[in-house]
C-alpha cells in the first residue's frame, strides 16, 4: 500500500500532465475515498477517478441520459423484439475498441447511458505525458463514436454529455455488458 504522500504526488502530477496535454481541469474533488479530476478535452467532459487504493486510474468519458424522452427512444429501439438486438449488436459493435472497455448503462430494462474507460497505470516507471494523452484521446473519439451512432438512431439528434459530480460504480466484471 502507497503512502497518502505518494498517492499524493502522483495525483498532482498526472493534474501538471493533463494540463501540459492542453486540456483544462475543471473541477477536482473526493468523495468517499475516490479521487476524480473532471477535465476538458474540446467541449467533451472527462473524468479521470482513482480509488485511494487502486494502483491504476481510470479515466472516462461518460454519456447519460437524462430527459426522459431519449431515455424512452433508447429503450424502445433497444427493446423491440425485431431490430433491438441488430440495434444493440451495432452500437456495441461501434463503442467496442481493443484500447478501451465500455459499460453500458441501465436500469431494469431502460437504457440510461454509456461510458467509456481506460486505465492508466501512475505508479508504473515508464509512465508519461504520452500515456495521459492516448487515454483521453481513446475515450473521447470511441465514446464520440458512439454518441454520434445514437443520434442517427434519434434521427441525428445531438446528444449532449452532462457533467456528473458522481460517476456510476462500474463493476470490472460486467464491464462489457
Not at 52 to 67: C, G, H, L, Q
Not at 71 to 81: A, D, I, R
Not at 152 to 176: C, I, R, S, W
Amino acid at each position: 500500500m502507497r503512502s497518502p504522500k505518494v498517492i499524493h504526488e502522483m495525483r498532482e502530477s498526472l493534474k501538471k500532465l493533463v494540463v501540459d496535454t492542453g486540456r483544462e481541469v475543471e473541477k477536482e474533488w473526493i468523495d468517499h475515498g475516490i479521487w476524480r479530476l473532471q477535465i476538458k478535452h474540446g467541449q467533451k467532459i472527462i473524468f479521470i477517478v482513482h480509488p485511494e487504493k487502486s494502483r491504476f486510474v481510470n479515466v472516462i468519458f461518460p454519456v447519460t441520459f437524462d430527459k426522459k424522452e431519449i431515455k424512452q427512444k433508447f429503450t424502445e429501439v433497444f427493446n423491440k423484439e425485431e431490430t433491438g438486438p441488430q440495434a444493440m449488436y451495432l452500437f456495441r459493435s461501434t463503442i467496442n475498441n481493443p484500447q478501451s472497455g465500455f459499460y453500458i448503462d441501465r436500469v431494469g430494462n431502460e437504457f440510461t447511458g454509456f461510458q467509456i474507460s481506460k486505465n492508466l497505470f501512475p505508479f508504473e516507471k515508464e509512465f508519461s505525458i504520452k500515456d495521459v494523452d492516448i487515454a483521453i484521446q481513446t475515450v473521447v473519439s470511441v465514446g464520440v463514436a458512439g454518441t454520434d451512432y445514437l443520434s442517427t438512431l434519434l434521427g441525428n439528434v445531438e446528444l449532449k454529455q452532462k457533467a456528473m459530480e458522481g460517476l456510476p460504480k462500474t463493476d470490472p466484471e460486467n464491464m462489457f455488458q
